[in-house]
């Protein structure tokens, strides 16, 4: 059962940054083209930012520019840096496989003042 740890969430202040880390057990990490997905009250949950094997990396616009995805394929672990926070950055942030999905685990959660 392949589990998925996030943490760095916290409270921050607009125009912040802060740095969430996921750590992955799955054998298949360095291989797993990985994402970063968050769930906002009341709104679907949506991919915001993932990263291949090959370290290609793809963002929502909503993001763009702001977000920096990266992984440690050592370390088993997949970053994601959050610069020039947003109110409407506000939602829990969880990781996962993008094609095929393991269980999710707990996310962490991003508030953003304004």
């Known amino acids: 059962q392949v589990q998925l740890v996030e943490s760095g969430g916290g409270l921050v202040q607009a125009g912040g940054s802060l740095r969430l880390s996921c750590a992955a057990s799955?054998?298949?990490?360095?291989?797993?083209?990985m994402g970063w997905y968050r769930e906002a009250p009341g709104k679907q949950r949506e991919l915001v930012a993932s990263?291949?094997?090959?370290?290609?990396?793809n963002y929502a616009d909503s993001v763009k520019g702001r977000f920096t995805i990266s992984r440690d394929n050592a370390k088993n672990t997949v970053y994601l840096q959050m610069n020039s926070l947003k109110p409407e950055d506000t939602a829990v942030y969880y990781c996962?496989?993008?094609?095929?999905?393991?269980?999710w685990g707990q996310g962490t959660q991003v508030t953003v003042s304004s």
């Open positions: 996962n496989r993008v094609r095929v999905p393991y269980n």
């Open positions: 799955a054998n298949t990490f360095r291989v797993d083209a």
């Open positions: 990263i291949n094997s090959a370290r290609n990396t």
